[in-house]
């Protein structure tokens, strides 16, 4: 997989660098911008391409915070190793959730105080910041209060709801969105030229324009997966075939298959349950239950999902119980 910081393709989203731009070269760049969108969507990669463009003193080009992948400044930032960039992202420790620690945040403080080391701007890249703890969101609004000279804070966010209302009104606003079919089929085009193109395809629907979601899938049998839940929800299994589908996605080598078949499933079943809400043509297999009762089955499923991951419990056992609440037993 293509990492954020080293990602050169800009796909979907040539409005919001074209609108970066504008602000950088207008001489009045706001110092701190708040990217929101869906996960996976490419919020990372165009933080990253803006702060590239930045640090390489904003270099003209066809394609909007263009930089060219053997300029020493995107060489570094690749690498992690140009002096006048520093990244955040929650760090997960055992048996706790993923957070950006107050000590982080008062290393960027310090780090946006200091000189830049080769005269230009100096940029820190804040991920998944609604993951700061309440000391390190109150430490990052100090910086948006009295931000230093030529400095600029790029915060990434899937949630903004969750980020303190006196964060967000000090931050410049760029909402990115999902990609249309075909920004999709470019980058999974270049990225997995060797996927048939039916899987590639089956890829762009599952994904709903997140190419992050899409390589997730791709590395992770998502293909197979999701064709597996759909045929489990139009044939919800029972005896031995329950026992057969909990060997496949339960078993010793299939850690990473348990979550990602369960999420497939429960995706799959509140988009049906939401298009017969809305009128459409339901799924046949939604007129075994009324929907209230699909609905409280899937919240029940992912519960038992997240428990099994969080305590290590019986996957196997997981799936068979998963099966009876689906079918209303």
Request: net charge neutral.
């Amino acid at each position: 997989m293509i990492l954020p910081r080293g990602n050169p393709i800009l796909a979907g989203h040539e409005q919001a660098a074209a609108s970066l731009g504008a602000a950088a070269r207008s001489g009045r760049l706001h110092h701190a911008w708040l990217f929101c969108g869906p996960p996976g969507i490419g919020k990372a990669t165009l933080a990253y391409r803006f702060a590239r463009w930045l640090l390489a003193g904003q270099p003209p080009g066809a394609e909007p915070l263009h930089v060219a992948e053997t300029d020493p400044v995107f060489r570094r930032v690749a690498a992690g190793s140009h002096p006048d960039l520093m990244v955040l992202e929650p760090q997960a420790e055992p048996g706790k959730r993923r957070i950006i620690k107050v000590d982080e945040a008062r290393e960027a403080r310090a780090f946006l105080n200091l000189t830049a080391a080769e005269g230009g701007w100096r940029v820190v890249i804040m991920d998944e910041v609604e993951a700061m703890e309440a000391a390190s969101a109150n430490t990052i609004l100090k910086t948006l209060e009295e931000p230093p000279p030529r400095t600029v804070l790029l915060l990434i966010t899937a949630s903004p709801g969750r980020l303190l209302p006196t964060i967000r009104s000090r931050c410049r606003r760029l909402d990115l969105f999902a990609l249309e079919d075909a920004a999709m089929e470019r980058l999974l085009g270049e990225w997995l030229p060797d996927l048939p193109r039916l899987d590639r395809m089956e890829l762009i629907r599952l994904a709903e324009g997140s190419p992050g979601r899409a390589l997730e899938l791709a590395q992770g049998e998502g293909v197979e997966l999701a064709r597996l839940a759909d045929a489990t929800l139009q044939d919800l299994p029972r005896g031995l075939a329950a026992h057969a589908l909990a060997d496949r996605i339960a078993g010793r080598e299939a850690a990473l298959a348990f979550p990602a078949f369960f999420n497939l499933l429960l995706r799959g079943l509140s988009q049906a349950v939401r298009a017969a809400a809305r009128g459409e043509p339901a799924a046949p297999w939604l007129g075994q239950r009324p929907l209230a009762e699909w609905v409280e089955a899937a919240e029940a499923v992912a519960k038992l999902v997240q428990e099994t991951e969080r305590l290590s419990l019986d996957r196997r056992q997981a799936v068979l119980v998963a099966m009876d609440s689906l079918r209303g037993r």
